[in-house]
């Protein structure tokens, strides 16, 4: 857990305990607030935390179940925001949940696995002057590190795709379907965790008080749309990828049958000849033939290699 309190922007730390929160927060005014991080909390844990801070049971209800979807709910006197966490590694893609509550003087945090948050809370630390604009400040901070995410994660998926294709025209494709559907598994997973995040963030670019952070929360629903973007052409990609290499895969079984048929021809021929003369009638032409044997044997020869040279000359060998 850290927990600390941002006066005029500049952090102070603060006692942790939630039986005291109700007094630092009857202590600030004006733009201070109160910045609480907390990962994994239990029940009882956040049933303080929540019952310290107002929050509305559904709040903490949602605040405690993972897998929520993305989105904003409005509640009397504070906001309740979801999002994901997209980390990608190996033809996998991993999401964990980050919840926030924002209200007057506080911003919460309930980080459910995943990636610590430390790192936007330090860099947003380095900005006073933005965190001067009050909590929704921290949230624009936590926002931001989480889309900045996608763009990443974005990044490592168009590399895949791109070694998927060069993959799909080169002699060792066997495999490529099973990693095709993978990556598209996976991009699905990807899209359900940042689509619905765009709807809330234009709110926010359009209603966020005060209206200087507004240009901020625009900027990240840019990235946001860029990762979006990208997931539409990734998709694309695959779709197309997927389609070029069933198309080579057919390609590839209709020239192995036209390769068995000639093949097949070439042995048809003998084994009619050598058929006919081996049913052992007792009158049969040529049979008593001194140059019979040679004559039948060359014949054959000859016509296997007449069919061989047309099959190679249309190119079924």
Same mark, same amino acid.
């Given at each position: 857990?850290?927990?600390?309190?941002?006066?005029?922007?500049?952090?102070?730390?603060? #006692?942790?305990?939630?039986?005291?929160?109700?007094?630092?927060?009857?202590?600030?005014?004006?733009?201070?607030?109160?910045?609480?991080?907390?990962?994994?909390?239990?029940?009882?844990?956040?049933?303080?935390?929540?019952?310290?801070?107002?929050?509305?049971?559904?709040?903490?209800?949602?605040?405690?179940?993972?897998?929520?979807?993305?989105?904003?709910?409005? $509640?009397? #006197?504070?906001?309740?925001?979801?999002?994901?966490?997209?980390?990608?590694?190996?033809?996998?893609?991993?999401?964990?949940?980050?919840?926030?509550?924002?209200?007057?003087?506080?911003?919460?945090?309930?980080?459910?696995?995943?990636?610590?948050?430390?790192?936007?809370?330090?860099?947003?630390?380095?900005?006073?002057?933005?965190?001067?604009?009050?909590?929704?400040?921290?949230?624009?901070?936590?926002?931001?590190?989480?889309?900045?995410?996608?763009? #990443?994660?974005?990044?490592?998926?168009?590399?895949?795709?791109?070694?998927?294709?060069?993959?799909? $025209?080169?002699?060792?494709?066997?495999?490529?379907?099973?990693?095709?559907?993978?990556?598209?598994?996976?991009?699905?997973?990807?899209?359900?965790?940042?689509?619905?995040?765009?709807?809330?963030?234009?709110?926010?670019?359009?209603?966020?008080?005060?209206? #200087?952070?507004?240009?901020?929360?625009?900027?990240?629903?840019?990235?946001?749309?860029?990762?979006?973007?990208?997931?539409?052409?990734?998709?694309?990609?695959?779709?197309?990828?997927?389609?070029?290499?069933?198309?080579?895969?057919?390609v590839q079984q209709n020239e192995?049958?036209?390769?068995?048929?000639?093949?097949?021809?070439?042995?048809?021929?003998?084994?009619?000849?050598?058929?006919?003369?081996?049913?052992? $009638?007792?009158?049969?032409?040529?049979?008593?033939?001194?140059?019979?044997?040679?004559?039948?044997?060359?014949?054959?020869?000859?016509?296997?290699?007449?069919?061989?040279?047309? $099959?190679?000359?249309s190119g079924w060998l």
């Amino acid at each position: 857990m850290d927990c600390a309190v941002y006066l005029d922007g500049v952090r102070e730390e603060t #006692d942790r305990d939630p039986e005291t929160l109700d007094d630092t927060l009857a202590d600030l005014s004006g733009q201070d607030f109160l910045w609480i991080g907390v990962s994994d909390p239990t029940h009882e844990e956040m049933e303080r935390l929540g019952g310290a801070l107002g929050l509305h049971p559904l709040a903490i209800e949602d605040t405690l179940a993972p897998h929520q979807r993305p989105r904003v709910d409005r $509640f009397s #006197d504070h906001l309740f925001l979801s999002l994901r966490i997209v980390s990608y590694s190996d033809d996998d893609i991993t999401t964990s949940e980050v919840n926030i509550c924002l209200g007057r003087h506080y911003v919460l945090t309930v980080r459910h696995g995943g990636p610590e948050l430390s790192m936007a809370r330090h860099r947003a630390e380095r900005v006073p002057e933005r965190l001067r604009q009050g909590p929704i400040a921290a949230v624009h901070a936590v926002v931001d590190a989480i889309v900045d995410r996608y763009e #990443d994660v974005a990044g490592e998926l168009v590399t895949d795709v791109e070694e998927v294709e060069t993959s799909v $025209f080169s002699a060792d494709r066997t495999r490529d379907s099973a990693r095709i559907y993978r990556l598209k598994r996976e991009t699905l997973e990807f899209r359900h965790a940042v689509a619905p995040l765009r709807d809330p963030i234009l709110r926010f670019a359009q209603v966020a008080d005060p209206e #200087d952070l507004r240009p901020y929360f625009r900027d990240i629903a840019d990235h946001l749309q860029r990762a979006l973007d990208a997931i539409d052409s990734i998709d694309s990609l695959l779709t197309n990828a997927l389609n070029a290499h069933l198309a080579q895969l057919s390609v590839q079984q209709n020239e192995d049958m036209r390769k068995l048929t000639a093949g097949a021809t070439l042995f048809a021929i003998p084994t009619a000849v050598a058929g006919i003369y081996g049913m052992n $009638f007792e009158h049969m032409p040529e049979l008593t033939w001194t140059y019979g044997y040679p004559i039948c044997l060359a014949a054959m020869g000859a016509a296997c290699f007449y069919v061989y040279r047309r $099959f190679k000359k249309s190119g079924w060998l």
